[in-house]
């Protein structure tokens, strides 16, 4: 769909700056709010994108736990647990590359 590609192109967008944002330095972000709540907006907007992705297209990356980034956004959004700056920091380290190959896998399947 012409929609999927907007919104692929959003997360691959969010997830440029996240990699700007942090660019490896841990220090830098765990004592910056300015970077932390970049961090955290550029989190929630590809969390926001990817539920309005079709399930079809989501179907073709069955390795990418898109529910489990629906909740991971509410938490962002309504803070109900609190926001703990270490595992936001893991999911920088550790989901955000896995999920940047699978949308550019996604977006280069797109007509």
Known sequence: MKEDAVFLRHVLNCIKRIKEDVAGRRDSFMV?????DAVLRNLQVIAESTQRLSEEIKATQPEI??????????VLVHN???IDI??????????????????????ARQP
Do not use: C
Request: hydrophobic share 45%; charged share 30%; net charge positive.
């Open 80 to 82: 109900y647990l609190g």
């Open 65 to 74: 736990e898109w529910r489990r980034i629906a909740a991971f956004r509410n």
């Open 86 to 107: 270490e595992k936001i920091w893991d999911v920088v380290q550790r989901d955000i590359p896995v999920l940047e190959q699978a949308v550019s896998r996604m977006l």
């Open 32 to 36: 910056s709010h300015t970077i932390q």
